[in-house]
């Protein structure tokens, strides 16, 4: 069985640019949950999505979204990037909230 | 603020050596906790424990909730060089969908 696929692995884009990080769950999984890893900081909650919604949402700016598709897969969209995005952007997804929650492997955004 | 603490932050050991390793937290109405090792990128998921699942056992590794200390323990018995990684702690409680992390424990395992 596939756990969760995040693409790209690696993006770099230039300040002000907008970035977008997919993430497909493992299958029957309906919640999709994305965190910010910084380097030399702890994972951050950014959002949380279940059955196409968005259900709850971390200390981040607006400019930090995000939207869930019919089939579970998901997508983090950064806007107005700024060189203190740069960090791993990893997805998780569970089978309900508060189950086991489980990680791909991560997207790499370099800003630049 | 929710808020979880691991220690140590680095351990360093020899292989056959048992480890154990804490996780304090302060999370408003706790749910549950999950122990996750991260080597590369991905968190790879250890256990989860709540209050109806206080003890978890898989292989070498442990783990024991005590809500009235509001604290977990992984243990890790025969450690082998494998076994070197990051260890993260993660609470749940009542923002639904939020896992508050500590800042992970490094785990070196040496010959």
């Known amino acids: 069985e596939a756990g969760v696929t995040q693409s790209p692995t690696h993006l770099i884009k230039t300040r002000g640019q907008q970035a977008t990080l997919r993430c497909s769950p493992i299958s029957g999984h309906t919640s999709v949950y994305w965190y910010q890893q910084a380097l030399g900081l702890g994972l951050q909650f950014l959002l949380w999505?279940?059955?196409?919604?968005?259900?709850n949402r971390g200390n981040f700016p607006p400019r930090f979204s995000g939207r869930q598709f019919p089939n579970y897969s998901s997508e983090l969209n950064v806007n107005a990037l700024e060189l203190e995005d740069s960090a791993l952007y990893l997805c998780?997804?569970?089978?309900?909230?508060?189950?086991?929650?489980?990680f791909g492997q991560g997207t790499r955004l370099t800003v630049v | 603020e929710d808020k979880v603490v691991q220690s140590p932050l680095s351990l360093v050991v020899h292989e056959g050596d048992t480890v154990t390793l804490n996780c304090s937290y302060e999370v408003t109405n706790f749910r549950s906790l999950l122990w996750y090792k991260q080597e590369k990128k991905a968190p790879t998921f250890l256990f989860m424990l709540?209050?109806?699942?206080i003890e978890k056992k898989s292989g070498r590794l442990s783990s024991i909730l005590d809500k009235k200390e509001l604290s977990s323990i992984l243990n890790i018995t025969a450690t082998q060089t494998g076994d070197s990684a990051i260890y993260l702690c993660a609470a749940g409680g009542t923002s639904y969908g939020k896992l508050t992390f500590g800042q992970g424990t490094i785990l070196t395992v040496h010959p």
């Open positions: 998780a997804s569970s089978l309900y909230e508060n189950t086991e929650a489980f």
């Open positions: 709540t209050s109806s699942g």
């Open positions: 999505y279940d059955e196409g919604e968005e259900r």
